[in-house]
């Protein structure tokens, strides 16, 4: 983890997302009404406008959609650990759904442990989650080598 790296503001809405990664699994928000999943959670669905709502668990699998080197970091807490990755993902499950993290070759790694230069856009990735607090989790990427 990086030291006085900020972390995520948990609430009412995004509760589930967050007590769900902490048990290692990948869940999205899923309007009960149209069947669009959402990220990131919010209290109604942007498609329908329903406020029911149900909690899915995903593969866990996605695809490199894109990524980014940020020089220099935007944030002073993650200036020791530059260069490295910031990378989108699309989720298996569904294209539009894009979460952003890091490309990591060990779930605890550091956040600079993968090459920028061996990243490719469409790369197969699975989650994986490094607990950074008591109540956070955070959602990271591994590199799937035999994708099927």
């Known amino acids: 983890m990086v030291a006085a790296a900020p972390?995520?503001?948990i609430d009412s809405v995004t509760a589930p997302f967050w007590?769900?990664?902490?048990?290692?699994?990948?869940?999205?928000?899923?309007?009960?009404?149209?069947?669009?999943?959402?990220?990131p959670p919010r209290p109604?669905?942007?498609n329908c406008q329903s406020l029911e709502h149900e909690w899915r668990l995903m593969s866990g699998r996605g695809t490199v959609w894109s990524f980014v080197v940020p020089h220099p970091p935007l944030l002073p807490a993650f200036m020791p650990l530059a260069?490295?990755?910031?990378?989108?993902?699309?989720?298996?499950?569904?294209?539009t759904l894009r979460m952003v993290g890091n490309l990591v070759a060990s779930p605890d790694g550091p956040i600079n442990e993968v090459d920028p230069g061996t990243i490719a856009i469409g790369q197969?990735?699975?989650?994986?989650?490094?607990?950074?607090?008591?109540?956070?989790?955070?959602?990271?990427?591994?590199?799937?080598?035999?994708?099927?």
Request: proline share 9%.
């Open 83 to 95: 260069p490295f990755n910031v990378v989108v993902v699309e989720l298996d499950e569904d294209a």
């Open 124 to 148: 197969p990735v699975r989650v994986v989650f490094q607990r950074v607090a008591d109540d956070v989790a955070l959602p990271r990427w591994i590199a799937v080598e035999d994708a099927p």
């Open 44 to 46: 109604m669905c942007p």
């Open 7 to 9: 972390l995520p503001k």
């Open 19 to 39: 007590e769900a990664a902490l048990r290692g699994e990948l869940r999205m928000q899923a309007c009960t009404a149209c069947g669009r999943l959402r990220f």
